[in-house]
Nanobody, 122 residues
Framework: QVQLVESGGGSVQAGGSLRLSCAAS?????MGWFRQFPGKEREGVVS???????KYADSVKGRFTISQDNDKNTLYLQMNSLKPEDTGMYYC???????????????????WGQGTQVTISS
């Protein structure tokens, strides 16, 4: 199974930026970023297929950008214009091919990282 390790989380003020990285021991067809707020279920942020097709949650469109370096087996999440409501634990995940493409539903992903905390202050 693919092993995933996130890094890059931290604390910034609203309007600031952070870049998350996810180092993978291998690559699966779908890679994604998810987040979890205290007391809430994990939710999808963005996914990317091995071919570069992306799907963003409406809440982050225009602010977050996913990218991948297939040679380095590394996934990135550039987060700009951060808001206090973006505060949460961010997870990297990897999943197999699905007929409908790479979505952002957590249950469709097989491997997960340990998470990295993102805190945005107002």
């Amino acid at each position: 199974q693919v092993q995933l390790v996130e890094s890059g989380g931290g604390s910034v003020q609203a309007g600031g930026s952070l870049r998350l990285s996810c180092a993978a021991s291998g690559h699966m067809y779908c890679m994604g970023w998810f987040r979890q707020f205290p007391g809430k279920e994990r939710e999808g942020v963005v996914s990317i297929s091995v071919n570069g097709v992306t799907k963003y949650a409406d809440s982050v469109k225009g602010r977050f950008t996913i990218s991948q370096d297939n040679d380095k087996n590394t996934l990135y999440l550039q987060m700009n214009s951060l808001k206090p409501e973006d505060t949460g634990m961010y997870y990297c995940a990897a999943g197999r091919f699905t007929p409908g493409g790479c979505g952002i539903i957590p249950s469709t992903y097989d491997a997960w990282g340990q998470g990295t905390q993102v805190t945005i202050s107002s």
